[in-house]
């Protein structure tokens, strides 16, 4: 195939400065985005009277045939072809003849990479929304067969105060709230389209550029050409809510691994979602979950060659900016290949309540409120919990708990203290008192689930 450009030079291109420059390899994916924009493209022309409107329907018509041939693998991408914008512009100039060379008129390959480009993040950001509702659809349903599964809240990794794993879950759920919320602004963003931009001046041709806005949904055209043609903040962007989200699918993800280990022994993976190991019979590997918090670090990698390729750019185009396609597609296909093992892997695991409330037995996490029993009692707090941190100390030292600590124990610390203290402090009061909105007591926690299924509603 021979170069497009090609008029200006009085020899061919080494061969290692081809395969050097070759994009086809990897934007071959944006075959479908680029027969769009081509379509109305060719359209505009036409309607304007830039070429003949006859040949424009021509020209979309054979792109239309173009894209089948490639969706059914009739037909192949060329190798040697610069990128995908050239191969079909070629295929479709060799069956066309001229009006096929006429397709670029008023455009530069500038503008259409932008386009592309936007065109198919946007589809994309269409498919991860897909697919992080899922994984809320999943954790809903999951929260709310536990809202009465009690369990122990940890910081510092130290068991803290009781909650329950239905309130646990639904903590994941608001952070993929806000990464629902991440991607409809990237996309909400990056939808103006670049197309007639030109290589970075515009164009001398009298173009209509809403028309191709809206031929192809987009909410308004780029309101400077140089700008419409150097501008990859969206891509960035979208790598940076991808890199939020993985965050958060990393954290979940080093839960379950420790969950499922014996020493927690708070859930069990499905076999289909568990790996063995090769020398030892006995063990059952969290590999998913493993492999997406390394991935994680894979995702923040795309992001800093995003932003190391575009900080010292002066404007317009550069070459550079062809490093975009390859960083961003690998951030894409990671966080949908995460996502859709992730949530078949959470949907089938085994929660052991048995073994959540008995760790959360243990520990003190109901020595908050002891000290809240004694400040309701009239005692300030700070003197309630020095008190409490004794009657801990003394439990520890007797190798016992609040709940069978002796009541004359107690008292002995204080005078405030009676018999309904086993109920304040015990794990079913401790939980159920906190229903203040975004607590841990089953009606709190369906709140919060109503909450999440109507946003979710709301946003379809």
Known sequence: MGKMWAGRFSKEADSRVNDFNSSISFDCRMFKQDIQGSIAHATMLGECGIIDKEESLNIANELGNIFQEIHSGELAFDPDAEDIHMFIEAELTQRLGDAGKRLHTARSRNDQVALDIRLYLRDEIANIDKLVRELEDTIVKLAEEHTETVMSGYTHLQRAQPITFAHHLMAYAMMLLRDIDRLDDCRRRMNYCPLGSGALASTTYPIDRQMVSDLLKFDGVTMNSLDGVSDRDFCIELASALSILMMHLSRFS??????????????????????????????????????????????????????????????????????????????????????????????????????????????????????????????????????????????????????????????????????????????????????????????????????????LKVEE
């Open 254 to 455: 080093e839960e379950i691994i420790l969950w499922c280990s014996w020493e927690f022994k708070f859930i069990e993976l499905d076999d289909a979602f568990a790996t063995g190991s090769s020398i030892m019979p006995q063990k059952k590997n969290p590999d998913i979950t493993e492999l997406i918090r390394g991935k994680t670090g894979r995702v923040y990698g795309d992001l800093q060659t995003l932003l190391t390729m575009m900080k010292g750019l002066s404007l317009a185009y550069n070459k550079d900016m062809q490093e975009d396609k390859e960083a961003i597609f690998d951030a894409i296909d990671t966080v949908k290949l995460c996502l859709t093992t992730f949530i078949p892997m959470l949907s089938t695991m085994r929660v052991n309540k048995e073994n959540m409330r008995n760790a959360a037995a243990k520990g003190f996490i109901n020595a908050t409120d002891c000290a809240d029993y004694l400040v309701k009692k009239g005692m300030p707090f700070r003197d309630a919990y020095k008190i409490t941190g004794q009657l801990v100390a003394l439990c520890i030292e007797k190798n016992t708990t609040l709940e069978n600590l002796p009541i004359y124990e107690y008292q002995q610390l204080s005078g405030y203290f009676d018999n309904d203290i086993y109920k304040a402090i015990s794990l079913d009061t401790c939980v159920m008192q906190r229903k203040v909105v975004g607590g841990p007591a089953p009606e709190a926690v369906k709140q919060q689930i109503e909450y999440v299924k109507g946003k």
